[in-house]
C-alpha cells in the first residue's frame, strides 16, 4: 500500500533535473587523506544554517577537495565554523554556533576527539599539549582546555564593557613568552594581557573601538586592527586604526587611521614577520612593520570582494577568498608575493579562515 | 472527453467537503460546487477556493498545514509550531500578501506573514488568488494573495461547541465556541489553547556522538536519537465576532482577534549546547480589531471598514546557566539582560481603513472599485543604537502611511467573452507607484462554464518594507520598489453539475519577472543589509483538480489535488566573475510540489487522506550538489477517521489523526528536523439547546 501510494503520488511529478556543479576553475579535485601537508580553509557557512565545511587544498600538487571533514567523518561540520589550529599532529576545529570543538587526525582526517559546553567558541591557542586557551563570542573569558583529555579544566574573566550591558567578548590571541594577549572584539575596547603561569589577568589596554585580529611581528611587537564599530553602534563610531603595540609595556607604539565608515579586517603577517597584510573594503593592503604611513595603493589587483586572507609561511603566495554572494560556495585565489595571479579554486560557503599544516 | 476525465480522475487527487446533512448529523458533505455561469468578479482570475471542511478538520491546524496539504505552493517550515512562511510561484514569503477580512496581515516590518500563527478554525473561507489576480485586491503580490475570512454563523439561539484534542509529545488543544442569533444579531466566540513541550524524537543524522575505550580514543561513533531542544509553546487565540442585521440591506460588523504566543525556537540540530546554556524564545502578541458595515443592494454593494492592530513581539536569544544572573528579560530600556546574545523588541500601531463599492448596471457591466488606506508606526530595537551626540534611540521608529485606490471593470461582451481591467494606485509615504495595470480575459469554449479559457496580464510593485528603509543598523533607504510583469493563461473545466459525478479541473500556464528584488546579505562589519540585487524569471505549471462521486445516498467519495512546476531562476548581473548564480534556481524553491487529498464519507464515518510532496530543493544561490547544498525530495501522508453520534441532548464528533503516516525523515529547511509519526484524538461535544441547535 505505501509503495503504490508513493508510486500514485510521484506519477504526479515530472521528472526532476538533476544540476550538477560546474566547477570552471583550474585546480584538480584530490584526496586529502593522501596529501596531508597543505592549506585548510575553514568555510563558515550561513548562521544558524549548519552549512559550515572545511576545504583542503594542497599548494605543491595544486589540488583541492570540499567537505572533507562530512566525507571522512560521515557528519556535518556544524553551524558556522570559525577557525582552525594545529597542534601536536592534530587539527583542532572551532565550530562557532554548534559550541564545539573538534580534534582530526591530520592524516586521515577523522575525528580523535572532542570538547563541548563552550558557549559561542571562536579560537584555539595552544600552551603545550595539557593546555589550550578558547575564546568565546558571547563572553568576556576565555576557557583553559586540556587538550589530550579533552576537558575543561578552567576559565579566566576578563573586563568587559559593562556600560551597555553585553556579554563581553574574546577573540584572536597571540602567546608570547609566559603571555598570552587577547583582543575583545564584539562591542569591546581592549586588549587583555594573561599571564599563562597563574592565569591571571595582568593588563589591560584600551586601543580603540572592537580590536579584532592580533599578530606578533619579528621585533615582538603586537599588530591589531580595531574596525572601528559602526554608525550607531553602543560601543561608539570611529575611523578604524591599525595599531602597535608593546606587549612589556601594554602601550600603544603607533596608530595608523583609516577613512571613517572603510571596514578593516584580518590583519596578517608573512613568514619572515616583517609584512602585513589586511584587507579594506574586500582589497587587500600590504605594509612594511618599519613603514611609517599607510600604504596609499592596494597590495595587488584582485578580483570581487575578498572576506579572508591568509599568507603561505614559506614562499609568502598570498592567498586571499571572495564570498561572492554570501549563498553559493566561495572562490579563493592564489597570488604569488608578487602579486601574480596563479590559481582560483571554490572552497565552501564563506571562507572565513585559514590554517596552514607545514 | 470521458477518457479524459479518466486520465484526471487517475492523476489527480483531491478533497472534499461536509455539508449539514440534517441536525443529526456532524458528518456530511459538500460536492464540488458546480455553477452554470461564471461569477463576473472571476473573469479571468486564477483562484483556488478552500473547503471549509479542509479548514475545520480539526482544531490543531494551522493554515499552514491547510495549504501544505490543499494546495501547490511552497509552505516553508521551521519546524513543528515554528515559523511558516508560504511562497507562490517561485517567489519569496514577502511576496505572498495575506488579507484577513480585507485587512493586511503581512508585517509591515517584516513584509512576511508567519502561518503557523494563523488557526484554520478561525477561518471560515480561504481562498489563493495567482500572480495578477491579486491585484484587484492587493498590491504588491508578486507571487499572489492569500485571502482569509470569518463570516457570520447562522446560529438560532444558543450554540455551544467544545473540542479536546490530546496528541503525541504532550500537545494539547482546547476549542470552545460560544454562540448566539436571532434575525439580527448573530455573535461568536472563539478560543483556541495549545500547549506542548514539542519535544519529538528524531535520529540525529546531522551528528555522531562517540564511544570511547579507557584511554579516550573513539572506538565506534553513532547517528543519535534526540528530542527537539527547546521547542516548546503555548499559543493561545481569540477570536470574537459581532454582527447586527440593521435593516435587510444593511449590515454591522465588529470582529476582533487577540494572538498571544509564547515559543521556544528549537535547536538547530548540529548544535552541541546543553540544553540549559541557551535560551532561544520569542513571544508576541497581537490584537486585530475591524469594525464593517456593508450594504447590499439588487445593482451592487458597498462596504466600509475601519481597523486596528496591535502587535508587540519579543526575541530573546541569552546565554543561561552558570555564571548568569537570571536578568529581566523584558529590558524596555535602559541595558540589556545578562548574557544577551540577540534581543529584539517590536511593536507595531497600525490604522487602517477602506472603502469599496461595486455596481452592476446590467448582467453584462460591473464596476468596483476602492479606497485603503493603512497607517503603521513601527517602533523595533534590538542592541541599542547611539547616535554622535550621546542620544540613544530605537533601531527603528518610523510612521508610515500606505494609500491605495483601484479602479475595475468587468465587461461580459459576449455570453462566452468576458473582459476585466483593474487599475491601480498606491501611495507609499510620499512616494507614488506608477499606474498597475492589470487585464483580465475569460472566454468559454463550452457553454454552462464547462471549458473557460482565460488569462491575465499585469504589472505590480513592492514597496521596501519598513525594515529595509530604516532599521539601523543595515537599512538601505536607497532602496527601489520591486517591479514585476507577468501573465498567465489557462482553462478551466466543470463538468457533471448532476450527481454522481462532478469534476473541476484547471490548467494554468504562468510567467512573470521580477526586477530589483531585494535581498539581505551580510555586512563585514557584522550585521546584514538589504539591496536591489536581483532579476528573476519565474514560470511554469499550475494544475488543480477536484472530483466528487457520490454512487448512492450515504456514501461520498471527494478528491482534490494539485500540482505546480515552477522554475524560478535568477537573472541578476553576478556579483563577480566567479559568481556561478546566475541562471539557477533560487535556493529554497522546489521546482515541483504537489498536493492531494482524498475523503470517503459513509453515514457518521469519514475518512481522510492527506499527501503532499516537493522535490529537491537548493539550499545555495549556485545550486550546485554538495552534503549542505541540496535538501532531499519528500513526500508525507495523513491520515485522519471521525465519527459522529447523536445523543439525545448532544452531538458528539471522534476523531483520530495520524499525521506522517509513514514515518518519514525530512526537513524542510537546512538542519530544522521535522516530526516523525505522531497521533491526535479530538473529542467534540455539541450540547442541543432546544431550538438553539445548530442549525
Known amino acids: ?358 | 472527453m470521458k477518457r479524459l476525465l479518466h486520465t484526471l480522475l487517475l492523476l489527480f487527487v483531491a478533497g472534499m467537503a461536509y455539508s449539514q446533512e440534517g441536525i443529526d448529523s456532524l458528518i456530511a458533505i459538500d460536492e464540488v460546487a458546480i455553477v452554470g455561469r461564471r461569477p463576473m468578479k472571476q473573469i479571468g482570475v486564477q483562484r483556488t477556493e478552500f473547503e471549509s471542511v479542509a479548514l475545520q478538520e480539526h482544531i490543531a491546524l494551522s493554515m499552514a498545514d491547510v495549504l501544505t496539504y490543499n494546495s501547490s505552493v511552497f509552505v516553508k517550515n521551521y519546524g513543528r509550531a515554528t515559523l511558516s512562511t508560504v511562497a507562490f510561484r517561485g517567489t519569496s514569503p514577502s511576496h505572498t500578501q495575506v488579507l484577513w477580512n480585507g485587512m493586511k496581515l503581512n508585517s509591515p516590518m517584516l513584509g512576511m506573514t508567519d502561518f503557523s500563527m494563523i488557526p484554520s478554525y478561525f477561518i471560515d473561507e480561504a481562498s489563493l488568488l495567482h500572480g495578477s489576480s491579486s491585484i484587484s485586491e492587493t498590491g504588491g503580490g508578486l507571487g499572489g494573495a492569500v485571502k482569509l475570512a470569518t463570516r457570520p454563523k447562522e446560529y438560532e439561539g444558543f450554540h455551544l461547541q467544545f473540542v479536546q484534542g490530546v496528541g503525541s509529545f504532550s500537545t494539547f488543544d482546547e476549542y470552545l465556541q460560544l454562540g448566539y442569533g436571532n434575525d439580527r444579531w448573530q455573535l461568536s466566540t472563539r478560543l483556541v489553547y495549545a500547549t506542548s513541550p514539542n519535544d519529538y524524537k528524531y535520529v540525529n543524522r546531522d551528528k555522531k556522538l562517540n564511544i570511547y575505550d579507557e584511554e579516550h580514543n573513539i572506538i565506534d561513533q553513532y547517528h543519535p536519537t534526540e528530542r527537539n531542544r527547546n521547542g516548546a509553546f503555548k499559543d493561545f487565540h481569540a477570536l470574537q465576532e459581532i454582527y447586527y442585521r440593521l435593516t435587510d440591506r444593511d449590515r454591522l460588523s465588529l470582529t476582533a482577534w487577540y494572538t498571544g504566543t509564547n515559543r521556544e525556537l528549537p535547536m538547530i540540530s548540529t548544535s552541541y549546547a546543553e540544553d540549559e546554556q541557551i535560551e532561544n524564545r520569542q513571544r508576541e502578541e497581537t490584537l486585530r480589531a475591524l469594525l464593517g458595515w456593508e450594504r447590499i443592494a439588487s445593482v451592487g454593494r458597498l462596504t466600509a471598514q475601519a481597523g486596528y492592530i496591535h502587535s508587540w513581539s519579543a526575541y530573546d536569544r541569552r546565554i543561561t546557566g552558570a555564571g548568569i544572573s537570571e536578568g529581566e528579560a523584558e529590558s524596555e530600556s535602559g541595558g540589556l539582560p545578562d548574557g544577551t546574545m540577540e534581543y529584539s523588541r517590536n511593536r507595531q500601531h497600525t490604522l487602517y481603513g477602506h472603502l469599496s463599492g461595486e455596481y452592476l448596471p446590467s448582467e453584462r457591466w460591473l464596476f468596483s472599485g476602492e479606497v485603503t488606506a493603512h497607517h503603521h508606526m513601527s517602533q523595533s530595537k534590538g542592541k541599542e543604537v547611539i547616535d554622535s551626540d550621546g542620544t540613544h534611540r530605537l533601531g527603528l521608529d518610523k510612521e508610515r502611511t500606505e494609500l491605495t485606490a483601484t479602479a475595475t471593470a468587468r465587461w461580459r461582451a459576449t455570453p462566452w467573452l468576458g473582459v476585466g481591467l483593474t487599475l491601480r494606485e498606491e501611495l507609499y509615504g510620499e512616494e507614488f507607484s506608477p499606474l498597475i495595470p492589470a487585464l483580465f480575459l475569460d472566454g468559454e469554449l463550452i457553454r454552462g462554464g464547462r471549458l473557460v479559457l482565460k488569462g491575465s496580464l499585469s504589472r505590480n510593485y513592492r514597496f521596501p518594507t519598513l525594515t529595509d528603509l530604516y532599521f539601523q543598523p543595515g537599512g538601505n533607504p536607497d532602496l527601489r520598489p520591486e517591479k514585476g510583469w507577468s501573465y498567465d493563461v489557462g482553462m478551466d473545466c466543470r463538468l457533471g453539475n448532476e450527481e454522481p459525478l462532478a469534476f473541476h479541473g484547471s490548467l494554468t500556464w504562468f510567467d512573470s519577472h521580477i526586477e530589483d528584488w531585494i535581498l539581505w546579505y551580510p555586512k563585514s562589519m557584522g550585521y546584514y543589509t538589504p539591496e536591489n540585487v536581483k532579476e528573476v524569471h519565474s514560470y511554469g505549471i499550475e494544475v488543480e483538480s477536484s472530483l466528487s462521486w457520490r454512487p448512492t445516498r450515504d456514501w461520498l467519495v471527494a478528491l482534490h489535488g494539485s500540482y505546480a512546476w515552477t522554475p524560478s531562476l535568477n537573472e541578476g548581473d553576478p556579483f563577480s566573475s566567479a559568481d556561478r548564480s546566475v541562471g539557477k534556481q533560487l535556493p529554497y524553491v522546489p521546482e515541483h510540489s504537489a498536493s492531494a487529498t482524498l475523503r470517503a464519507g459513509w453515514r457518521r464515518w469519514e475518512l481522510s487522506y492527506k499527501w503532499c510532496a516537493y522535490s529537491e530543493r537548493y539550499t545555495l544561490s549556485s545550486n550546485g550538489s554538495s552534503i549542505t547544498g541540496t535538501l532531499d525530495s519528500y513526500a508525507l501522508s495523513n491520515l485522519s477517521l471521525a465519527r459522529t453520534c447523536s445523543l439525545a441532548w448532544c452531538d458528539l464528533s471522534l476523531r483520530g489523526a495520524i499525521n506522517n503516516l509513514f514515518n518519514k525523515e525530512y526537513v524542510t529547511v537546512l538542519s530544522r528536523p521535522m516530526p516523525g509519526i505522531n497521533y491526535e484524538i479530538f473529542i467534540g461535544i455539541t450540547p442541543k439547546w432546544g431550538k438553539g441547535r445548530n442549525q
Not at chain 1, 27 to 46: M, W, Y
Open chain 1, 1 to 358: 500500500m505505501k509503495r503504490l501510494l508513493y508510486a500514485l503520488g510521484w506519477l504526479l511529478l515530472a521528472t526532476m533535473l538533476c544540476q550538477c556543479s560546474d566547477d570552471d576553475n583550474n585546480t584538480p579535485p584530490i584526496d586529502p587523506v593522501e596529501t596531508p601537508q597543505g592549506l585548510f580553509v575553514i568555510n563558515a557557512g550561513n548562521y544558524n544554517t549548519s552549512n559550515a565545511s572545511l576545504t583542503f587544498y594542497d599548494p605543491v600538487g595544486n589540488g583541492y577537495d570540499n567537505e572533507v571533514f562530512a566525507k571522512q567523518n560521515g557528519y556535518k561540520l556544524g553551524d558556522t565554523a570559525q577557525s582552525m589550529s594545529i597542534h601536536n599532529g592534530l587539527g583542532w576545529i572551532v565550530v562557532n554556533n554548534s559550541h564545539i570543538l573538534y580534534a582530526i587526525d591530520l592524516k586521515t582526517l577523522k575525528e580523535k576527539g572532542r570538547i563541548t559546553g563552550i558557549n559561542s567558541p571562536r579560537y584555539i591557542c595552544f600552551l603545550s599539549n595539557e593546555k589550550a586557551y578558547v575564546s568565546a563570542m558571547y563572553g568576556n573569558q576565555l576557557t583553559i582546555i586540556n587538550p589530550k583529555t579533552y576537558a575543561i579544566i578552567g576559565s579566566i574573566t576578563v573586563p568587559k564593557n559593562t556600560a551597555i550591558g553585553n556579554t563581553g567578548s574574546t577573540e584572536e590571541m597571540v602567546l608570547i613568552g609566559k603571555y598570552l594577549y587577547v583582543t575583545c572584539w564584539s562591542y569591546e575596547k581592549n586588549i587583555v594581557k594573561i599571564d599563562t603561569t597563574t592565569d591571571e589577568v595582568v593588563g589591560v589596554l584600551e586601543v580603540g573601538i572592537q580590536p579584532s585580529s592580533l599578530v606578533a611581528d619579528r621585533n615582538g611587537k603586537l599588530w591589531t586592527i580595531c574596525d572601528g564599530g559602526y554608525e550607531g553602534s553602543p560601543v561608539g563610531y570611529a575611523a578604524p586604526t591599525l595599531c602597535r603595540i608593546n606587549p612589556e609595556t601594554m602601550s600603544v607604539e603607533a596608530c595608523y587611521a583609516f577613512t571613517k565608515g572603510d571596514y578593516l579586517s584580518k590583519v596578517r603577517i608573512n613568514g619572515t614577520g616583517d609584512q602585513l597584510y589586511w584587507l579594506n573594503n574586500g582589497l587587500p593592503y600590504r605594509m612594511d612593520i618599519s613603514a611609517t604611513e599607510l600604504p596609499s595603493t592596494v597590495a595587488f589587483e584582485t578580483e570581487g570582494y575578498l572576506y579572508a586572507l591568509t599568507i603561505d609561511p614559506e614562499n609568502n603566495d598570498i592567498y586571499v577568498a571572495d564570498a561572492i554572494d554570501y549563498q553559493q560556495a566561495g572562490i579563493i585565489y592564489r597570488y604569488s608575493a608578487t602579486g601574480k595571479p596563479l590559481v582560483s579554486f571554490y572552497a565552501g560557503v564563506i571562507p572565513t579562515e585559514f590554517c596552514w599544516n607545514k
